[in-house]
């Protein structure tokens, strides 16, 4: 088993008034040599933004990006057509394929949205543009592993790639194990809240671990937490 640590406090960081980041891996003008991708994971922006502000209209091509609302709500327009709302409680994905032009807005005029911004590296590449959001049920994570993104299962949102995103909230005290889908991929584990025990490595709130060359991973829960498992390939 390999492990690599991130701590919260060492991501990259800008701010711009409106816009309050904090970057996982090299974004924008944060880079670090380290820190460029694990594996197929490209991108974890963890994003703040003003009421009524947002990012305006830009393209993307050739990568699978998932949106995750932690509070307040996200609006979302491109250029497949797609106008909407993507709330707290959904994960919206997009595959940007040949090219898209898309937009995000916070949707509320008086609050702040946090959202997690994820990009992961496609597995086909030029494939035609395509959006998908869907709503996840709060009891469906409780001291369980609730899949949000996955190229097979119809319950979560599909991915062009290998890729498997799951969501829990661990009480107290409460253990689970994570089992890998193939040998080959690795596991990068978020921290939203909480504290928590992997592999004995303790993770505060918006630490994270990449940990590889394992087919499972321990978790404890130090305090009720609430955590992000991104299961992609390591080549």
């Known amino acids: 088993m390999k492990k690599i640590l991130h701590l919260g406090k060492d991501r990259g960081h800008a701010n711009f008034g409106w816009l309050d980041s904090h970057h996982s891996f090299s974004f924008g003008n944060y880079y670090h040599p380290e820190k460029v991708q694990f594996g197929a994971l490209r991108v974890l922006n963890d994003d703040i933004v003003d009421a009524g502000m947002g990012f305006g209209t830009h393209p993307h091509d050739n990568m699978e990006i998932i949106s995750i609302p932690l509070s307040g709500e996200l609006a979302h327009k491109d250029s497949t057509g797609t106008n909407g709302v993507i ?60 899949t949000v993104v996955s190229p097979s299962d119809t319950n979560a949102v599909w991915i062009n790639q290998d890729a498997y995103f799951s969501i829990a909230v661990l009480e107290s005290g409460k253990e689970l194990e994570y089992k890998l889908k193939n040998q080959n991929h690795g596991l990068y584990v978020f921290l939203i809240d909480g504290k928590l025990n992997i592999e004995d490595q303790i993770l505060e709130k918006r630490d994270a671990v990449g940990i590889w060359e394992t087919d499972r991973i321990g978790f404890k829960a130090e305090t009720e937490s609430e955590f992000l498992v991104i299961e992609v390939p390591m080549q």
């Open 87 to 146: 709330q707290t409680g959904e994960v919206q994905i997009m595959s940007a394929g040949s090219g898209i032009r898309h937009s995000e807005f916070n949707h509320s005029q008086n609050d702040k949205v946090n959202f997690l911004q994820i990009w992961i590296l496609p597995k086909a590449r030029n494939i035609t543009p395509r959006y998908e959001q869907k709503a996840f049920a709060k009891e469906g994570k409780l001291n369980s592993f609730q």
